[in-house]
């Protein structure tokens, strides 16, 4: 009987988001033809009643919270699911900020008349209908929601349990907003279905939805691309190197090794794994280890690192190569020249950033040609790949992937493209 419950439970969950997913895709075929101006007419009517609403929002929000409490959450994923007045306050001028953002779609990527006449244009369009599945930040439900409309293109935001009273209000609230000036029905939904089959069904409706794009931890992310019918954009994780070349300032590396690993220890881009030139390693590696203990990081290396620091760092195993620690922890290893550097950086990285320090212009371009990662940098921290530090603007995510997208994902990643073709007559 149990059995036979939960399998027609399964059933109205997935009948429900198939209708999610028409509503949808009808209110995308609309939102294909929007002007800039309406959708920026949406978009500052949301902004304006995310404040107006305040109290609702912050009474849902108080909900959350303290069910968080009860369910155990630690402060930092409290702090995640906090609204406040000044939050929602710049949740909304984020909205405004998004407002000012070129729109992309009916961009001319390229133009070209062929010997028979025919001109033959390539215009970004909207994807159509975009899944967003998401973790604790009620924010990433207006900031998501806003990047979508402004490109054209409706969205079904699933967030997570943890957030559901502030996802509803925050919700709701843009919605209203945007329907009252013509936005259409179905253009921004949040599925109000905490059970995990809901995401399941979601990720099914391959008919209706186009991309699906996972904001959470890694584990969320792999549950999402095993299940999907649909296109997924991933980011799994944030392995990031630093190679130090042979000959480069110590003192610029050293601030810049601090201001990767440091400055915030648990974002994506943050500095994981520091590879140091062999050349320099006697002189470099002390200087690391007492700079960098003033600033409270643990150190992890390898046989050649460890005997170096004297002491100071514990031997790093093969596991520590592939951790994404997200905290003051920070592995080493001695390698021979750029060759072997790159070669280490290919085999454990995730994709994401990494940067070479070096004064050495055939190292530096080596570097940048060979290392197979969205983000690959020359003398600088890794803390930069993030939307608003490329001028993007804004950004939903970072995509380790290849295709369609890979790195800071803003406005004009989140369309395709098609051909117009302009003919006189002309058949072949």
Same mark, same amino acid.
Request: proline fraction near 3%.
């Given at each position: ?5 939960? +399998? ?7 009948? /429900?988001?198939? /209708? ?17 101006e309406?959708?920026n007419s ?14 609702? %929002?912050l ?11 009860? *369910? ?12 406040? &007045?000044a ?13 000012k ?8 990527h ?8 025919l ?15 998401? +973790? ?13 409309l ?11 349990? +943890? ?15 945007g ?8 253009? %921004? ?12 069904? @979601?990720?099914?409706?391959? *008919? ?5 794009? &996972? ?12 299940q ?23 003192a ?8 990767a690993k440091c ?11 520091l ?6 390693? &006697? ?14 990081? /643990? @150190? ?9 620091a004297?002491?100071?760092?514990? &031997?790093?195993? +093969? ?18 020249d ?21 004064n050495?212009?055939a ?5 940048? *040609? ?19 530090e490329?001028?993007?603007?804004a950004?939903?995510g ?22 117009k ?6 058949i072949?």
């Amino acid at each position: 009987m149990n059995g036979d419950c939960q +399998e027609k439970t399964a059933e109205k969950i997935a009948a /429900e988001m198939k /209708e999610t997913g028409q509503r949808a895709k009808a209110a995308a075929r609309i939102l294909a033809g929007a002007t800039t101006e309406m959708k920026n007419s949406w978009l500052l009517a949301m902004a304006d009643a995310l404040e107006a609403d305040e109290a609702l %929002i912050l009474a849902e929000n108080a909900k959350d919270i303290t069910s968080g409490r009860l *369910n155990g959450l630690d402060d930092a994923m409290l702090d995640r699911l906090l609204l406040t &007045p000044a939050r929602i306050k710049g949740i909304a001028n984020a909205v405004r900020d998004i407002v000012k953002l070129d729109d992309p779609v009916g961009h001319i990527h390229s133009s070209v008349i062929r010997p028979n006449g025919l001109r033959i244009d390539k215009v970004s369009t909207p994807i159509g209908v975009i899944g967003i599945i998401y +973790e604790s930040r009620p924010n990433v439900t207006v900031d998501a929601a806003a990047l979508c409309l402004k490109s054209g293109n409706a969205v079904i935001l699933r967030g997570g349990s +943890e957030a559901i009273h502030s996802n509803l209000a925050l919700g709701s609230c843009i919605v209203k907003a945007g329907t009252a000036l013509g936005m259409p029905k179905g253009a %921004i939904q949040i599925v109000r279905n905490t059970d995990r089959a809901a995401v399941s069904a @979601m990720l099914k409706l391959s *008919n209706y939805i186009d991309l699906i794009i &996972p904001r959470g931890g890694e584990g969320l992310i792999r549950s999402v691309t095993e299940q999907s019918l649909i296109p997924v954009i991933k980011h799994y994780k944030g392995i990031c190197h630093i190679f130090v070349d042979a000959g480069y300032d110590t003192a610029e590396a050293l601030k810049i090794i601090e201001n990767a690993k440091c400055q915030r220890p648990g974002v994506c881009n943050a500095l994981e794994t520091l590879l140091i030139h062999r050349e320099i390693a &006697p002189s470099f590696v002390p200087k690391l280890m007492e700079h960098l203990k003033s600033k409270g990081v /643990e @150190m992890r290396g390898d046989e050649e690192f460890c005997a170096l620091a004297k002491g100071g760092a514990v &031997p790093a195993v +093969e596991e520590d190569w592939g951790t994404e620690y997200l905290a003051l922890i920070l592995s080493a290893r001695i390698v021979s020249d750029v060759k072997e550097a790159i070669a280490h950086i290919n085999q454990y990285s995730s994709g994401h950033s990494e940067s070479i320090l070096t004064n050495n212009t055939a190292n530096a371009e080596k570097f940048l *040609n060979e290392i197979d990662s969205a983000a690959v940098y020359l003398n600088a921290s890794t803390r930069f790949t993030d939307g608003g530090e490329f001028g993007m603007g804004a950004e939903m995510g970072i995509s380790t992937d290849k295709i369609h997208v890979r790195g800071p994902m803003g406005l004009a990643e989140l369309t395709s493209y098609k051909y117009k073709i302009y003919g006189n007559g002309q058949i072949r």
